[in-house]
């Protein structure tokens, strides 16, 4: 289970500069350690050369001569990402990418993931590269589910070939889930959910039971839906809604250690004036014991010597 507390906390304490870098919105780890290797990055005044330096909040970070922006707060946006536009800053062969597609007021955000070019649907943005790395990792266990039209006649046995798994070209996938749900003329719409998240799976499987995919359109990652999300718009998750998905839902009680604990349970016992059992046996107890008060009516003021019985001796005569 993907452990998401420490990245809402204001001081993570020491960390590795990659893991500092990331969780200010700047990169991702590993682009931060391609930055350093360049020279790009600096700490207290020296130019770094290896990322394996551990920094805290006193460490002074420039990179390209600008200090580290303050770490925010984590926070997640949905966008639709319309096809034809790449994931990624640039592109040397000047497609249109997704952080142009961004409204102006849009803060610095990394994407979770990637949607290839021609793929579209949801994209989830954060400005924290720590919380998107999390969110990637195979641990997570967040299933990405797809719907894909593809051209030909899915048979239920090569479903049911991926649903345990393949080998193709010496990559492992893992299994995955995999339904026909409309078959038409010369396409079907098959829905998919996977946990990896391989560069261009959904494609390649497909291919490996001799499909070929025309459409492919994310529908959600883990708990998050595209839903009604029109082609490029961006909505953000409310904070509570994020935390509670992430697992971390707690009182404010709770989160200042104030919360009180729950009362140990009494012992068992029997209340005053309580009677267990049946209501026959019940009935049968208030019977005997009101035999027994006609009984014996004067038991109450009964001494020692048995004073208050009647004696139903015959007194002498006195003859």
């Not at 780890?29 to 020279?39: L, P, Y």
């Not at 997704?98 to 409204?103: A, G, I, Q």
């Not at 995919?213 to 883990?222: E, H, K, P, T």
């Amino acid at each position: 289970m993907t452990d998401f507390q420490a990245i809402f906390q204001d001081d993570a304490g020491p960390e590795r500069i990659a893991k500092r870098m990331a969780r200010a919105g700047l990169c991702s780890r590993r682009d931060a350690e391609r930055w350093i290797a360049a020279g790009r990055v600096s700490l207290d005044g020296k130019v770094l050369e290896s990322p394996a330096v551990t920094v805290d909040a006193k460490s002074k970070i420039r990179v390209d001569g600008k200090p580290l922006p303050q770490i925010e707060v984590p926070r997640l946006w949905r966008y639709h990402k319309p096809r034809g536009h790449i994931t990624s800053t640039r592109d040397m062969r000047g497609r249109t990418t997704v952080f142009e597609d961004f409204p102006e007021d849009m803060p610095r955000v990394v994407t979770v993931g990637r949607l290839d070019v021609e793929s579209e649907g949801l994209l989830l943005l954060t400005n924290d590269g720590e919380l998107a790395r999390l969110l990637e990792l195979p641990s997570t266990a967040w299933v990405r589910r797809y719907r894909v039209r593809v051209h030909g006649r899915p048979q239920p046995e090569a479903l049911e070939k991926l649903k345990r798994g393949v080998v193709i070209d010496g990559v492992k996938y893992g299994p995955i889930e995999a339904q026909l749900d409309h078959q038409g003329p010369s396409n079907a719409w098959v829905t998919v959910g996977l946990r990896e998240g391989k560069n261009r799976e959904v494609r390649r499987l497909m291919e490996h039971i001799q499909l070929s995919v025309n459409r492919l359109i994310r529908i959600s990652f883990g708990p998050f839906q595209l839903g009604n999300l029109e082609p490029s718009q961006v909505e953000e998750v409310k904070q509570r809604s994020l935390k509670d998905q992430l697992g971390l839902k707690k009182t404010e009680a709770q989160a200042q250690g104030t919360a009180k604990a729950k009362p140990k349970p009494k012992p068992h016992a029997k209340p005053k004036g309580q009677s267990y059992g049946s209501k026959r046996d019940q009935a049968r107890h208030a019977k005997t014991a009101a035999r027994n008060a006609a009984r014996a009516p004067g038991r109450g003021n009964a001494n020692k010597t048995g004073a208050g019985h009647a004696d139903h001796r015959r007194k002498p005569t006195g003859r």
